[in-house]
């Protein structure tokens, strides 16, 4: 059966439409909101599959009757606010290129921090969106299911990083806007960074035990206050690059943790 369009909406005042254009554009926002969104059909499936509650669809006209629309529609709880736009105002407020037209307005989850001994990923002021996009991605393949953020990381459920992460964020628990000594004070698993300063070599320390792998900021890296905590573990490159980049190095990382448990 075919889903019919809702009431079109054509004014960019709608309020809907303001709000969505703010949280799509503006940091700022999202975080006052508490909101984000999703677009495109590949995230707001990722939602579907966690059970992740949407407050609010929206759609272009034309895009109604697109079957993995039509599909998505079916699947959506029955209380679920779905607004229609035309298709010159959803092209307007848009931030991706031409593809499937629809959106979604979701709330960012604030999980409580509580004490961690197991295994978890830090991302210390790492402020590109791809690079934090990326690597809760690895996190998700890798099994590591707890990400903490400190408070200049970028945001991981702005619409960017969302992207780059490919909805790796529903299978996640992600801690953001926390300080250095919130990590010290809360996560009790041997905290392990990457340096160009010590003898050790990933391949020959034993990762095989609960590790906190701290990925840093792309310029200056790990913070010293979290660097002091930490054994400092190095990636070798024998042709003597500068260093690498910070979502590449977090992968090496995570796939050594995986390869010494899973297939040694």
Not at 117 to 132: A, F, H, P, T
Not at 191 to 202: E, K, P, Q, Y
């Amino acid at each position: 059966m075919t889903l019919e369009p809702t009431e079109l909406i054509t004014s960019d005042k709608n309020t809907s439409v303001k709000l969505v254009k703010a949280l799509l554009s503006q940091a700022r926002q999202r975080k006052k909101q508490g909101q984000t969104v999703l677009e495109g059909v590949h995230l707001i499936d990722a939602a579907l599959r966690s059970d992740y509650p949407f407050v609010q669809i929206l759609l272009a006209e034309s895009a109604h009757k697109h079957p993995e629309v039509q599909q998505i529609l079916t699947r959506l709880p029955t209380y679920t606010s779905i607004l229609t736009l035309s298709d010159a105002l959803y092209e307007s407020i848009r931030s991706l290129g031409t593809g499937i037209d629809i959106m979604a307005i979701i709330n960012i989850p604030t999980p409580s921090l509580t004490m961690i001994d197991y295994d978890c990923l830090i991302l210390n002021d790492v402020q590109d969106s791809g690079n934090v996009g990326t690597l809760l991605r690895t996190a998700a393949a890798t099994g590591i299911d707890t990400v903490l953020c400190t408070s200049a990381t970028a945001q991981a459920w702005s619409p960017k990083t969302l992207r780059a992460g490919m909805g790796a964020q529903f299978a996640l628990t992600i801690y953001e806007g926390l300080s250095s000594q919130d990590i010290l004070d809360y996560v009790q698993t041997p905290l392990l960074a990457t340096s160009s300063h010590t003898d050790t070599l990933i391949y020959e320390h034993d990762l095989t035990a609960p590790t906190a792998w701290i990925m840093g900021h792309e310029g200056q890296g790990v913070c010293e206050e979290l660097m002091q905590c930490a054994t400092p573990i190095a990636l070798p490159q024998p042709n003597g690059q500068e260093s690498l980049n910070v979502a590449i190095a977090g992968a090496l990382c995570l796939y050594e943790t995986l390869r010494q448990r899973r297939y040694n």
